[in-house]
């Protein structure tokens, strides 16, 4: 499609049917991707540390156990309460962000137009043909507002992260990752090197998994996940071996 309608069909996004070639992209709003990663590298890197700590500091395997389920319940309801505040947080501002410009179109449509017809130069259409695709998605208030939430925020509004989405993939996925290093004790396997043994596994599996997502060699993001938890352990090792030698 060519001239004023083909420029603004573009403007305002993907035709219906831009799905029937199979393009599509992945989960870049921040919503239950984001949390589910965190949740459960946060839970991997916590409890394999913890045990390491508590195992250095010489506690009985119950006692490891114990603070392992502790930290797993307590880490989990954190992250949940932490991304739900997060995301709801960033979602209001959005709405206030949204709001204001929905006021400033409407105190001053000439000054938003000419704003939009700049957007539409600096993306390489020409000055004649900017004023007329503005003018005419300008005719739609709820269009305009978009085009501009998008070129000054940077941001769509209608891909705004569920907070009790990325809430529940944290949580979930904690627990799931904080229960890898207890699994030896949960099992009457009471051997510290065995718990660190099947954090270090999961944290590598968990950093394979996330390559998936990205452009890392699946080796490079397994083997800085490994390295970072292995740095963590050997912190809080040092530290419960400290703390264990000098109470003894």
Partial sequence: MSGPAGAADRAQGPVDGASSHGHAHGDVSGGWLRAAVFGAMDGLVTNTALVAGVGGGGAAPRAILLAGVASLVAGAISMALGEYTSVQTQNEQLDLEVTRERRELQRNPRGELAELV???????????????????????????????????????????????????????????????????????VSLLWVALLCGGAG??????????????PWWFSGGRQLLFGALACAVTYAIGLAIGTTVA
Avoid: C
């Fill in 118 to 188: 700049a957007q539409l130069r600096v993306r390489g259409v020409e000055e004649d043909l900017a004023h007329e695709v503005a003018t005419q998605l300008s005719r739609d208030p709820e269009t305009a507002l978009r085009l501009h939430v998008v070129a000054e925020l940077g941001v769509t509004v209608d891909d705004a992260p569920s907070p009790r989405t990325a809430a529940l993939s944290s949580l979930a996925t904690f627990a799931v990752g904080a229960v890898v290093p207890l699994l030896p004790y949960l099992f009457g």
């Fill in 203 to 216: 944290l590598a599996v968990a950093g394979v998994v996330s390559a998936r997502f990205t452009r890392r």
